[in-house]
């Protein structure tokens, strides 16, 4: 079994706050993110957050604090793969500004990454691979040397991985234009 690592410690600058406390849909995208990383079987679920009420209650979250996710997204990866069980097999990494990643394509994903564990699988939009993507153990050491604002998309083009298409992946909400009219801050 996969754990899920939910990179949301962003300061959101551009956003005006925290993207994690956006609401969407009903709920704010850390627990949208929270639920289908569940849903999809992950287990642990950890969120990589800032210092700020959650609003993960009654989710099987565990909630880590990067005090150092002003560096970039490299150490909320780095947090992530730290705070991982020792025998964790792989690793399935996303963020929470990708409106349209939900529990099937997660499973699809874990079910890709299946095939051949030793094998990295991304999702594949905009002419590239992403996350979400599940990355196995022996990849760890490498995202523990990540720095800045480098994320896993290196080690994913470097390697064999396997490619899930998900055209909608290319979607993310990185201003506040790309917001629906009803996303609104908890």
Not at 47 to 74: K, Q, R
Not at 85 to 93: G, K, N, R, V
Not at 136 to 158: D, Q
Request: charged share 20%; aromatic share 2%.
């Amino acid at each position: 079994m996969s754990a899920a690592i939910i990179l949301a410690a962003g300061a959101g600058r551009r956003m005006g706050g925290p993207k994690a406390l956006l609401r969407f849909e009903g709920e704010t995208l850390l627990r949208r993110a929270a639920r289908a990383a569940l849903e999809a079987g992950c287990s642990p679920v950890i969120a990589v957050v800032g210092d700020w009420d959650l609003g993960l209650e009654g989710l099987d979250v565990l909630p880590v604090i990067n005090p150092g996710a002003a560096e970039g997204m490299a150490s909320s990866i780095r947090t992530g793969i730290a705070a991982l069980p020792p025998e964790t097999p792989a690793a399935l990494i996303l963020t929470v500004d990708q409106p349209a990643v939900d529990a099937v394509l997660l499973r699809r994903l874990l079910a890709l990454a299946a095939t051949d564990p030793d094998r990295p699988a991304a999702c594949a939009y905009a002419g590239t691979l992403g996350i979400p993507a599940v990355l196995p153990r022996r990849c760890f050491p490498e995202l523990l040397a990540l720095r800045g604002e480098a994320g896993a998309k290196g080690i994913l083009l470097r390697e064999a991985t396997q490619g899930l298409p998900f055209p909608e992946g290319a979607r993310d909400l990185d201003s506040p234009e790309d917001l629906p009219p009803d996303s609104v801050r908890r």
